[in-house]
């Protein structure tokens, strides 16, 4: 998702594990692309470009449909089901999980990577390090 935030860093480790990135910005792209990275950045902008762009609905209803999606911390926020100390408007960081929610790495017994059917998140930046790891897990399961 190129809408804002750390996209292009995602590409280059993408890049890195052998997986060809698209830039998605429109709802033609989406349908266009096998899986999903909703990177971080700020929350509130990104949500507000997805109804400008009008990938809103078309990202959910993808996203209904099993599309695979990584999102890591703006994309996790995107991603929640509820937002804590979110803003009214604000649609939907790790406080709590459901059920169907794997815990996959926590720091101070907080969840920090989670994975639920298709939709993996993390509550921090991997993109930012470097570190192929979590892209190369994510690509595996596809």
């Known amino acids: 998702l190129a809408l804002q935030g750390a996209f292009s860093r995602h590409a280059t480790l993408?890049?890195?594990?052998?997986v060809t990135p698209v830039e998605v910005r429109t709802p033609g792209q989406l349908a266009d692309v096998d899986a999903l990275v909703m990177p971080g950045g700020e929350s509130t902008t990104m949500s507000m470009l997805l109804e400008i762009s009008g990938l809103r609905e078309p990202l959910a209803d993808r996203l209904a449909g099993g599309m695979p999606v990584l999102g890591t911390c703006a994309g996790l926020i995107?991603?929640?089901?509820?937002?804590?100390?979110?803003r009214s408007d604000q649609r939907s960081v790790v406080e709590r999980v459901g059920g169907e929610v794997e815990v996959l790495a926590r720091v101070d017994g907080l969840a920090v990577f989670c994975r639920q059917g298709p939709v993996t998140v993390a509550a921090f930046h991997p993109e930012l390090t470097g570190d192929t790891r979590l892209h190369e897990r994510f690509v595996e399961a596809l």
């Open 14 to 18: 993408l890049d890195r594990v052998g």
């Open 78 to 86: 995107l991603l929640a089901r509820n937002v804590a100390d979110g």
